[in-house]
């Protein structure tokens, strides 16, 4: 059967390269010439023992690192001179070494990390480009924009871990973009981890009521982890919110028609079960047996009695009654056999009423679901009667009820069949006859299609030996 994919969505993040014109390279020139200076003092035995020669040579990295992004090592430059003045400033006192350790979390080395990270991501550099956005956010843990990238980068490297740790941060700081929340929700369900999804698509939902997405992926992962009763709560509660949306209510159907296939499978199975209890078929055999039976002892009767008038012939007689009562011995055996697996299957059947009563619970629930799946799909017809999914859903749906009412024909013996064949059949028959219209609806609509076209053939000659 074929089924209507949910809508779903995906992030993308363009990180803007700065333009390298004549201008800024002139700039850049100026500014690693500055830090070619300070590295001069530092290289002066008496300048660099004072932390303002280091905090001057990362203040320098730090702006070469903000103005020219493409200067790929600045940033790491810039804080590796800062973390110098730190210790250099604590080794003197370390008067000054708040001041410095203010440099080492500020924004603007996070930004200097931030910037350089986009530089790698735009050559495709995406490892570098997860360590400087992880960087960045580790210096300004509440920064979305750097959790952000680095979860992106991470994905792009398919470190499920890292993207996870780094987009939950996002969300957890405030991030409100629905295509991260799908994307978490995305990771936890690939690795079947179906309550995190949930949790955090309802989340997603919370901080975009209007988004339209993430309810239908809620749905998908409530489906994936076989929740049915949940996704349909989820879709009715949609649907009962916007009656005119015709997704939601098909999905709906969808769900509630795949819900009967679901039970109807389970029926299948117990009725499996319970014709291992069947004794019909042996209770038959062993009459027949016993028939024999009858008829050995008639016919050792007769031999007898010719052994009284016939005594020249007694030598055969008694060599004919040996080889009769040999065979009625072996039916004997068998029919001792045959008793006795008939009374086991009684006995286990006798235990089997549990399922009888789960079989007959099991059919009112699938009666149910296909009225429900049969109701939503009329309702997007009213609105839309070219709609071929849900043309070729209710095609099969009744096509596949009567498979199933066939198959009662199928298991009959002739007995059963003679009494009762002929009106299972013509139920039968008429079943199909409703699903053709449905697979013409659905053909007209998409005339091309293979399966459509080899469905309606298929119901067409099973009509014409129904003589319909």
């Not at 956010?137 to 509440?142: A, D, F, H, R």
Request: aromatic residues 6%.
């Amino acid at each position: 059967m074929k089924r209507l994919v949910l809508s779903a969505f995906g992030a993308f993040m363009a990180v803007g390269a700065v333009a390298q014109d004549a201008v800024q390279e002139m700039t850049c020139k100026t500014l690693r010439d500055d830090v070619a200076k300070h590295i001069k003092n530092t290289e002066n035995a008496k300048k660099s023992t004072k932390s303002a020669t280091w905090l001057d040579l990362g203040s320098s990295y730090l702006t070469l690192a903000q103005s020219c992004p493409s200067d790929s090592s600045s940033a790491v430059k810039a804080e590796e001179a800062f973390k110098k003045a730190l210790e250099v400033e604590n080794a003197a006192g370390g008067k000054k070494a708040k001041d410095i350790e203010a440099k080492l979390k500020s924004p603007e080395l996070a930004s200097a990390y931030l910037m350089q990270g986009a530089g790698y991501y735009n050559s495709k550099n995406y490892k570098k480009a997860a360590e400087f956005f992880s960087k960045s956010s580790e210096i300004s843990p509440k920064d979305t924009t750097a959790a952000l990238y680095a979860g992106i980068a991470e994905q792009l490297l398919e470190n499920n871990a890292g993207a996870l740790k780094h987009l939950n941060k996002f969300i957890a700081n405030g991030g409100k973009d629905a295509s991260v929340f799908y994307s978490v929700a995305q990771i936890y369900k690939a690795d079947k981890k179906f309550d995190e999804a949930v949790q955090v698509l309802q989340k997603g939902m919370e901080v975009n009521p209007t988004n339209s997405d993430l309810p239908n992926e809620l749905i998908n992962v409530y489906l994936q982890s076989n929740n049915i009763d949940k996704a349909i709560s989820d879709l009715e509660g949609l649907v009962k919110k916007d009656p005119n949306n015709l997704t939601n209510m098909t999905n709906l159907g969808l769900i509630y028609d795949s819900k009967a296939n679901d039970l109807g499978s389970k029926i299948n199975k117990i009725d499996d079960q319970l014709r291992k209890f069947d004794t019909d078929k042996d209770e038959k055999k062993l009459m027949a047996e016993q028939d024999k039976l009858a008829a050995y002892d008639s016919e050792i009767a007769n031999l007898n009695a010719r052994i009284k008038k016939e005594p020249k012939n007694a030598a055969s007689l008694k060599k004919r009654i040996a080889e009769v009562t040999a065979d009625k011995l072996s039916i004997e055996k068998g029919v001792e056999e045959l008793a006795g697996a008939i009374q086991a299957k009684k006995n286990e059947a006798a235990g089997a009423t549990g399922l009888k009563a789960e079989k007959e619970q099991l059919a009112v629930q699938q009666k149910d679901a296909k009225s429900k799946a049969a109701n939503y799909y009329q309702k997007v017809l009213e609105k839309d009667p070219n709609n071929f999914d849900v043309l070729y859903n209710l095609a099969v749906m009744n096509y596949n009820e009567g498979v199933e009412i066939k198959k009662v024909v199928d298991y009959m013996d002739i007995a059963t069949y003679r009494r009762e064949g002929k009106a299972v059949e013509e139920k039968a028959c008429a079943q199909f006859a409703i699903s053709k219209p449905y697979f013409e609806r659905a053909s007209k609509v998409k005339p091309d299609d293979d399966v459509v076209k080899e469905s309606l053939n298929n119901v067409i000659k099973i009509l014409e030996q129904c003589g319909k």
